[in-house]
């Protein structure tokens, strides 16, 4: 039952995650204003988001590994204090680069949180009760991120920029204060801190993510693009050689090996590589193409976010029942509908059609994101042993975190490759073929997950034991 710890557990844990998720596109409203008070260039605005995404998707696993060998609690108050003081910092900016140092340190506190938040709520419920708290986690995941440009928003029409930093610090000082006394310390397998290997998969995930940031603005066939990703490749190529050698690796790859663990880390990926490539342009649809203040915008896409954020615990409770795999694919096919309707939409009638025809299919693309976030967290903890539960969330995290910056910059390019953008119209003219890529790719999620994770188990299914229902695939 949720006894009262767990319920202090999931307060202290969900507070910090939702001021984390905030964080990742609660800025990108005020980037107008921020340009004006710094003077700062193009370069430095992408900057200021760039800095927490980078680093908050290069130490998701280190962090992680951290966790489980020095402690979860240590290592998740931690994250909370340096992005507490990431934030303190950002408001206290005077100029760009103080600015991107602050978001960066920001980042780094959100690669602590989010991770061992999973862990942490993870540990805390026996296999009966995890997915539904589970659900709970994942419903304050898409909160932070829905309301992220409604919040930055509101502030902005309101009061200065600065208030969106300072909005948490309380958050984050209580959290810190209540975890002390309300967390329980748990800790995973003890591996040795492999120095070599973080810094190996640090600086590869670096090298890709940074090449992909760049890719729209440098040009795809840049020395400094090609030559950023093909490192990162590189590096991550010579990372998997080395673990594969080691008596305790710091990821073991051997993971992979479940049908299961594989198909939902691959699903994660092309899930958010398309939705939140297609948010990213949806969101520039509402301004650009149909012409609605940056508060206006935020106000409609809660109809997606907020049916997200509603849906995610419910499917908590409905996995032990209907099963991991089920309801992530019935999820990935809703988001998937979704985007070919906005795509019907903007070939028949352009960018001039009311709010109403919209808002349809951004429920119907809620409810699928709403309906695959806790079968993807659930999916992945379940195929592990508990004493990877660690690794297994760092490594869902980081990969899904790759996933939807790849997604932005596939996007991105398909929808600038129809040449210069004159008015309105062509906004609609680019989207389309950008929409219908994104649902290629949340395709190809749900065929990981039909395909991939059905034949693996079938080959099991005469000596696996059956599982428990909150263990269901």
């Not at 001021?19 to 992408?46: C, T, Y």
């Not at 699928?368 to 659930?378: C, I, K, N, R």
């Amino acid at each position: 039952m949720f006894t009262g710890a767990r319920i202090r557990l999931l307060a202290v844990t969900c507070a910090a995650l939702f001021m984390a998720m905030l964080d990742n596109l609660v800025l990108g409203v005020a980037l107008p204003s921020i340009q004006q008070s710094f003077e700062a260039s193009l370069s430095d605005l992408q900057w200021f988001m760039n800095a927490y995404t980078l680093a908050f998707a290069v130490l998701l696993i280190p962090f992680s590994m951290f966790g489980e060998r020095f402690g979860r609690k240590k290592m998740f108050l931690v994250g909370v204090v340096l992005f507490t003081l990431g934030s303190a910092l950002s408001g206290l900016s005077e100029n760009a680069i103080s600015l991107i140092l602050s978001r960066a340190l920001q980042g780094i506190g959100g690669a602590a949180i989010v991770p061992l938040s999973l862990t942490l709520v993870n540990a805390a419920f026996p296999a009966n009760m995890r997915a539904a708290a589970l659900g709970i986690w994942s419903g304050i995941s898409g909160l932070g991120l829905s309301v992220g440009p409604l919040v930055g928003g509101l502030i902005v029409e309101g009061a200065p920029w600065q208030l969106i930093f300072w909005i948490n610090v309380p958050v984050g000082a209580l959290a810190f204060a209540l975890g002390m006394f309300w967390l329980r310390e748990s800790k995973g397998e003890r591996k040795p801190v492999d120095v070599p290997g973080i810094l190996l998969l640090g600086v590869g995930l670096f090298g890709i993510i940074f090449g992909l940031e760049k890719g729209n603005e440098e040009g795809w066939g840049s020395a400094l693009v090609v030559g950023s990703i093909a490192g990162g490749l590189l590096l991550l190529v010579l990372f998997y050689f080395l673990q594969r050698n080691k008596q305790h690796p710091f990821v073991r790859f051997s993971l992979f090996r479940s049908g299961k663990y594989a198909a939902y880390i691959f699903a994660g990926f092309w899930m958010n590589a398309g939705i939140f490539g297609a948010i990213f342009l949806l969101t520039l649809f509402l301004q650009q193409g149909q012409q609605y203040s940056a508060l206006e915008a935020g106000v409609r896409t809660m109809a997606w976010t907020g049916c997200t954020m509603l849906t995610a615990p419910l499917a908590g409770f409905a996995v032990g029942r209907f099963g991991n795999r089920t309801l992530l694919a019935s999820g990935l096919i809703l988001q998937g509908l979704a985007l070919g309707g906005f795509s019907a939409l903007i070939l028949n009638f352009g960018v001039d059609f009311p709010f109403g025809y919209q808002a349809p299919f951004m429920m119907l693309g809620g409810i699928g994101m709403g309906l695959s976030f806790t079968p993807l967290a659930h999916g992945v903890l379940s195929s592990v042993p508990e004493t990877s539960s660690g690794e297994a969330s760092g490594v869902s995290n980081a990969t899904r975190e790759l996933g939807g910056v790849f997604g932005i910059a596939i996007g991105g390019l398909i929808f600038q490759s129809g040449g210069a953008i004159r008015s309105a119209s062509d906004f609609g003219d680019h989207i389309v073929p950008a929409l219908l890529s994104s649902a290629g790719m949340i395709a190809l999620g749900l065929i990981s997950v039909l395909l991939f994770a059905r034949s693996r188990a079938a080959k099991a299914a005469n000596t696996a034991p059956v599982q428990p229902a909150g263990e269901a695939s």
